[in-house]
């Protein structure tokens, strides 16, 4: 059974930093690309970063494009987010998902053969 299963989260005060993790149970993370999601409520869902399989490929959103890292452990089976300099606005539930056709993240589409899964999200405040 696949699932992805991401602890962590929590209250941060700006300017803070926060690592979220993403384990995958159920297929081998090294052969797909994974990505993290991000949403709030009443807005469309917005793409953050994205890693892909061989090579590590990564994308980051403009608004986090130097804030924020995206890596994956294979030993593991768990990709990670590092986010540093948390804004205000990047208060949101943060969602993992794989596998991926793309690293681009510009889509949420999986590859042939296969079906994307979300982990359960974890929700990230930034607050004073």
């Known amino acids: 059974q696949v699932r992805l299963v991401e602890p962590g989260g929590g209250l941060v005060q700006p300017g803070g930093s926060l690592r979220l993790s993403c384990q995958v149970l159920g297929f081998p993370l090294a052969l797909f690309a994974i990505g993290w999601f991000r949403q709030v409520a009443g807005k469309e869902r917005e793409a953050v970063s994205c890693?892909?399989?061989?090579?590590?490929?990564?994308f980051y959103a403009d608004t986090v494009k130097g804030r924020f890292t995206i890596s994956r452990d294979k030993d593991k089976n768990t990709v990670y987010i590092q986010m540093n300099s948390l804004k205000f606005e990047d208060t949101a539930i943060y969602y993992c998902?794989?596998?991926?056709?793309?690293?681009?993240?510009?889509?949420?589409?999986?590859?042939?053969?296969?079906?994307?899964?979300w982990g359960q999200g974890t929700p990230v405040t930034v607050s004073s």
């Open positions: 998902a794989a596998p991926l056709s793309t690293s681009a993240c510009v889509a949420v589409v999986p590859p042939s053969g296969h079906q994307v899964f």
């Open positions: 890693i892909g399989a061989i090579g590590g490929a990564t």
